[in-house]
């Protein structure tokens, strides 16, 4: 993984500090693990993660790579 830590400006002033980067999983196992597996991936896209996910932050995707 590689993650770093950036600071994000409210609107209404001030600033938070949250964390930027990539994770890379490597899955090995039967289909059924794997299509489980990018289930709970795909709904963290849709779901947000962390605080102030209204403004931006939270933001989890997933890119597909050979």
Same mark, same amino acid.
């Given at each position: 993984f590689d993650v770093h830590t950036e600071q994000y400006s409210l609107r209404k002033g001030g600033t +938070? =500090? &949250?964390a930027v980067g990539d994770l890379t999983f490597v899955f090995q196992g039967d289909e059924d693990s794997l299509r489980y597996y990018r289930t709970l991936l795909n709904f963290a896209f849709f779901? &947000? =993660? &962390? +605080?102030? $996910? $209204?403004?931006g932050m939270g933001m989890c995707r997933i890119i597909e790579r050979p």
């Open positions: +938070v =500090i &949250g779901s &947000g =993660i &962390g +605080v102030k $996910t $209204t403004q």
